[in-house]
């Protein structure tokens, strides 16, 4: 596999948005000051009822919280950034199974069990503040999944293709 620099001077990184639509008062007013520095329009009451509705089918999702693409394709090597553009932290975190976060009462709503990276200090590691990014270095061959371990629905399948073999390490 090639190192980062390697993939980044060789290759473009592909990019995965990462977005929310958070309204700032009733967000910070719920949480806490900072919680979202964002200008969306979604309430925080809103944003409940949304998981309180959706929570026991397949869509587990607030409209507006999302990663984009929801899936796609590198080629070996290939770097990876997640870039922030929403109101409230995320995380880009791959997971080995998609399951719950690491956020218990979203857990709850959801009907939810927490993935085991929860535990391994994945959450500190692959934060995305609002505005910021993650860069990724090149993953291996085959299918990673991603997953936000504050909001779980927030998820991507990034699928890395072998490396060809006439390609130099």
């Not at 919680?35 to 329009?41: E, I, L």
């Not at 998981?51 to 507006?64: C, E, I, K, P, T």
């Not at 709850?108 to 990724?136: D, K, Y």
Request: proline share 6%; hydrophobic share 40%.
């Amino acid at each position: 596999m090639l190192g980062w620099a390697a993939a980044a001077a060789g290759s473009e990184q592909e990019r995965v948005l990462i977005k929310d639509d958070c309204d700032p008062a009733t967000f910070n007013a719920a949480i806490g000051p900072g919680t979202c520095v964002g200008d969306g329009t979604t309430t925080f009451q809103s944003f409940i009822a949304q998981l309180q509705a959706n929570g026991v089918v397949a869509n587990r999702s607030a409209r507006g919280w999302a990663f984009r693409p929801g899936q796609l394709e590198l080629n070996a090597g290939q770097g990876l950034q997640a870039r922030n553009k929403g109101g409230e932290n995320h995380t880009f975190t791959e997971v080995a199974n998609y399951g719950g976060g690491c956020v218990a009462p979203l857990n709850a709503i959801l009907h939810l069990t927490p993935v085991p990276e929860c535990q391994t200090g994945a959450f500190g590691a692959t934060l995305v503040p609002a505005g910021g990014s993650l860069n990724i270095p090149g993953l291996a061959p085959g299918l990673h999944h991603f997953e936000c371990l504050i909001h779980p629905w927030m998820r991507t399948d990034v699928v890395v293709g072998q490396q060809d073999e006439n390609d130099d390490d």
